[in-house]
T-cell receptor, first 110, second 114 residues
């Protein structure tokens, strides 16, 4: 079963705009991770946020985590055409393997 | 430091056949996980191997089996292939078992069952 659900399923923006993707999950977690996947290839780890953290930054990426609402968001600022990809959130419910959502397909138009 | 590699890149099999997919983990990583990703879906966990022993299994039938070797490389074997087995198969390595740390994914093997 897929615990994480990303929203929206698809997002199309102009280069330079910000992109925000959301993830909701069902059970308590130890950590939440965001991954990027280009054109059906392998996933690339973007950022990991632990359950006791509320916000993390990495370059143009900002991730927030609200454990009371069981939700997370990924913000990509000043998007580029190269950011076009599918983005997945993955949760670790507790000493178990990662559970992925269905992903958000982001298209950045130059 | 070498990344995770998988072979073959693409594979076409007939229903009922058997297939073996291979994965070499990142240098220094002793844990390998396998995932199945159907078109338009997120990856689904198949199983994980840690120091040559299975360390957790997802909701997949016994015809999905695996091995991990002393050098921490791994194989995924699927018997009696079904059309629904058509998917991208991803392996991921990590320095410790579980999911406390990030997973390093290989490029995947695209399996088509006809």
């Amino acid at each position: 079963s897929q615990q994480g659900e990303e929203d929206p399923q698809a997002l199309s923006i102009q280069e330079g705009e910000n992109a925000t993707m959301n993830c909701s999950y069902k059970t308590s977690i130890n950590n939440l991770q965001w991954y990027r996947q280009n054109s059906g290839r392998g996933l690339v780890h973007l950022i990991l946020i632990r359950s006791n953290e509320r916000e993390k930054h990495s370059g143009r990426l900002r991730v927030t985590l609200d454990t009371s609402k069981k939700s997370s968001s990924l913000l990509i600022t000043a998007s580029r055409a190269a950011d076009t990809a599918s983005y997945f959130c993955a949760t670790e419910p507790g000493n178990t393997p990662l559970v992925f959502g269905k992903g958000t397909r982001l298209s950045v138009i130059a | 430091e070498t990344g995770v590699t998988q072979s073959p890149t693409h594979l076409i099999k007939t229903r009922g056949q058997q297939v073996t997919l291979r994965c070499s983990s990142q240098s220094g990583h002793n844990t390998v996980s396998w995932y199945q990703q159907a078109l338009g879906q997120g990856p689904q966990f198949i199983f994980q191997y840690y120091r040559e022993e299975e360390n957790g299994r997802g909701n997949f039938p016994p015809r999905f089996s695996g091995l991990q070797f002393p050098n921490y490389s791994s194989e995924l074997n699927v018997n009696a292939l079904e059309l629904d087995d058509s998917a991208l198969y991803l392996c991921a390595s990590s320095p410790i078992p579980g999911s406390t740390y990030e997973q390093y994914f290989g490029p995947g093997t695209r399996l088509t069952v006809t």
